[in-house]
């Protein structure tokens, strides 16, 4: 998986325990699974379009979308000094896409209907595309990857209506905003209600931040919240196996702070917790 940068962690501190929790209905409406290489590998577009030719089967549909820049500053083309586009491979039903630049790649589910995916679906889409991108680089003898950091992301969607109406409601969907929204106090109920917060992960293997924002869904301007949790690493993992561990613990880590920061009333009668 490229060469070693990080020395073998000699112990693993002990994290909390999701147990056997999970949602029948959840709110879940996209997962994303990826990491960043630096330096950036040399893939130009045509070395793109042949990475495409390795998932085509499965994942057909290509788009072109603006390069993105994770650590602020976007990678150009060194001959041209243009940004190289960021281009997505999608699959039939819609609801995966394979995400890759010359300084990243990640794997989505999107939801397009009521099934909800296990996190092996994800991490085994994510290892088809970091499998063949290696494929591809060695292929083409250019240098390996290296990665840089990895990510997790939840991304959930509760609709208005669902669990809350107003933002006076959103104390009994998230207990550690009843203060913000109480009709008791002086200040009126807010007309906006954002919040974000970031936390540790064991072992300084990262960090978890939550963030609530009001939304709108484009195709219907149906008000929604979105709820994201992410947790991010910047430090190189030396094996497939490090870096697939990690992606457990950011699993175990997102799905404890999903239940420590929303309503168990909620979790029980409106997502099916089990």
């Known amino acids: 998986m490229g060469r070693r940068v990080l020395a073998r962690r000699k112990k693993r501190a002990a994290s909390k325990s999701s147990g056997a929790i999970s949602f029948k209905h959840p709110p879940l409406d996209e997962v994303v699974c990826g990491v960043r290489f630096n330096p950036p590998l040399d893939l130009k577009i045509p070395l793109l379009g042949l990475l495409w030719e390795k998932v085509r089967r499965t994942h057909p549909t290509i788009e ?4 993105i820049a994770p650590g602020g500053a976007l990678v150009t083309d060194t001959t041209t000094g ?18 890759v630049q010359r300084d990243l790649l ?9 099934e909800y995916p296990r996190i092996g679906r994800v991490f085994d889409g994510f290892n088809m595309a970091f499998e063949k991108l290696n494929e591809l680089v060695q292929e083409q003898e250019i240098a390996p990857v290296v990665i840089a950091g990895q990510e997790l992301t939840y991304i959930n969607q509760i609709p208005q209506g ?9 104390g009994k969907l998230f207990p550690h905003l009843a203060n913000t929204t109480a009709r008791t106090r002086f200040l009126p109920i807010p007309t906006s209600v954002s919040w974000q917060g970031r936390f540790a992960l064991p072992e300084g293997r990262g960090n978890l931040e939550a963030r609530l924002m009001p939304a709108m869904r484009k195709e219907s301007g149906e008000s929604i919240l979105t709820f994201q949790l992410t947790a991010t690493c910047n430090e190189s993992p030396e094996s497939h196996d490090e ?12 799905v404890n702070a999903f239940v420590d920061l929303t309503s168990e ?10």
């Open 162 to 170: 669902e669990a809350w109406k107003e933002f006076s409601d959103l």
């Open 106 to 114: 990640y794997f989505n589910w999107r939801r397009r209907g009521d």
């Open 243 to 254: 870096l697939h561990a990690w992606f457990r613990l950011a699993h175990e880590w997102i």
């Open 265 to 274: 009333d909620v979790q029980r009668d409106l997502w099916g917790r089990q």
């Open 64 to 67: 072109q979308q603006p390069p």
């Open 82 to 99: 243009l940004p190289i586009p960021r281009l997505w491979f999608i699959n039939k039903t819609d609801d995966e896409l394979i995400q």
